[in-house]
C-alpha cells in the first residue's frame, strides 16, 4: 500500500520534506487568517470529475521568494495535471522553513520544497501517481518539463520540425502531469509543418485529457480552419472565449477570429 505523504511519521520524499502542519490543523497567512479554498471555480476548474479538486498555493512572499519559491511555482504549474490548480499566495507563516506550500482541500502545509525534484515529488504524491512504475517517475516529469521548454523555445524561433521531435519525446515518458500541454504545443508544432490531420488529432487528445483547456480549443480550431471547416472552427473559437475570457484582448486571438472570417467570406469561399 502506498505511503501517505500527510503523515508526519513518513518519509515518502527522496528529499526531506518538512510537514509543518498536519490535515487536521488549519494553516494560517501570516497575519492570521485562516487559509481556506476557493468557494467559486472557474470554467477551467470544472473538468475531471471523477477526481478530487486540488490546489497548491506557493508562498512567493519576500523570504520565500528569496528560497527559490518562484522556480518553484513554474515548476509545480508545468507538471500539474489538469485537476490540479497551481497559484501563488502571500506569506503562509514559518518564514525559516521556506519555499513554503499549501495542498487544498486537506490544509497541509509543508516546507523547504526548494528543489524541483522537491517539487515534482510533491505534486507525485499529492496526485496519488505510483511512484514505483518507471514512466511515473517524478524525474521523468521533470525531464518531460525541460524538453517541453526546449521545444518552446525552438518554435519561437521557427524550428517546429525540432520542436515536433522534442515534444514526441516527452510524451513518450508518459509524465503523470502537464501531458495535456505537450500535446497542445504539438499540436502547434504539427500545424507549423503542414501536418493538419495531426494536428487536429493532438489537439483532440489535449482535449480529451482536459476538457476545459481553452489554450487547446484554439489548437483545435486552428487545425479546422486550415481544413475549411469554417463553422466547428468557430464553435472551438467561441468554446476557448467562454472558458477563457480575457483572449478577446489578445492580438493573437483577434487575428486568428479575422483571418476565420476572411476565409469564410462569401467572395472567398465563391
Keep these: 500500500m502506498k505511503a501517505n505523504p500527510f503523515t508526519a511519521n513518513s518519509r515518502p520524499f527522496s528529499s526531506p520534506i518538512f510537514l509543518l502542519s498536519t490535515p487536521n490543523s488549519?494553516?494560517?497567512?501570516?497575519?492570521?487568517?485562516?487559509?481556506?479554498?476557493?468557494?467559486?471555480?472557474?470554467?477551467?476548474?470544472?473538468?475531471?470529475e471523477n477526481?478530487?479538486?486540488?490546489?497548491?498555493?506557493?508562498?512567493?512572499?519576500?523570504?520565500?521568494?528569496?528560497?527559490?519559491?518562484?522556480?518553484?511555482?513554474?515548476?509545480?504549474?508545468?507538471?500539474?495535471?489538469?485537476?490540479?490548480?497551481?497559484?501563488?499566495c502571500g506569506c503562509l507563516g514559518r518564514c525559516g522553513a521556506g519555499p513554503n506550500v499549501v495542498v487544498l482541500p486537506?490544509?497541509?502545509?509543508?516546507?523547504?520544497?526548494?528543489?524541483?525534484i522537491k517539487a515534482a515529488n510533491m505534486m507525485s504524491f499529492v496526485c496519488g501517481t505510483d511512484c514505483s512504475e518507471v514512466e511515473s517517475s517524478p524525474e521523468n516529469c521533470l525531464k518531460?518539463?525541460?524538453?517541453?521548454?526546449?521545444?518552446?523555445?525552438?518554435?519561437s524561433h521557427g524550428n517546429f520540425s525540432l520542436a515536433y521531435n522534442l515534444l514526441s519525446q516527452a510524451i513518450d515518458l508518459n509524465p503523470f502531469g502537464g501531458i495535456h500541454i505537450l500535446y497542445k504545443d504539438r499540436s502547434a508544432a504539427r500545424l507549423a509543418t503542414g501536418d493538419t490531420t495531426g494536428a487536429l488529432e493532438d489537439a483532440t487528445k489535449a482535449l480529451t485529457l482536459a476538457p476545459n483547456y481553452h489554450e487547446a480549443y484554439i489548437c483545435h480550431a486552428d487545425a479546422l480552419m486550415d481544413m475549411d471547416q469554417f463553422e466547428a472552427a468557430e464553435e472551438s473559437y467561441s468554446v476557448a472565449l467562454e472558458l477563457e475570457p480575457s483572449i478577446r484582448r489578445s492580438k493573437s486571438f483577434k487575428a486568428r477570429i479575422a483571418k476565420l472570417r476572411e476565409k469564410a467570406s462569401p467572395a472567398n469561399l465563391g
Design 26 to 48: 488549519t494553516p494560517k497567512h501570516g497575519n492570521g487568517e485562516t487559509i481556506k479554498a476557493s468557494s467559486s471555480s472557474s470554467p477551467s476548474e470544472q473538468h475531471n
Design 51 to 88: 477526481k478530487m479538486k486540488i490546489e497548491i498555493r506557493v508562498c512567493t512572499n519576500r523570504t520565500c521568494r528569496k528560497q527559490g519559491s518562484l522556480d518553484i511555482f513554474q515548476v509545480l504549474t508545468g507538471i500539474a495535471p489538469p485537476y490540479v490548480s497551481v497559484v501563488s
Design 106 to 116: 486537506e490544509g497541509v502545509l509543508l516546507g523547504h520544497c526548494g528543489t524541483p
Design 144 to 155: 518531460a518539463l525541460a524538453l517541453r521548454k526546449r521545444a518552446e523555445d525552438d518554435m
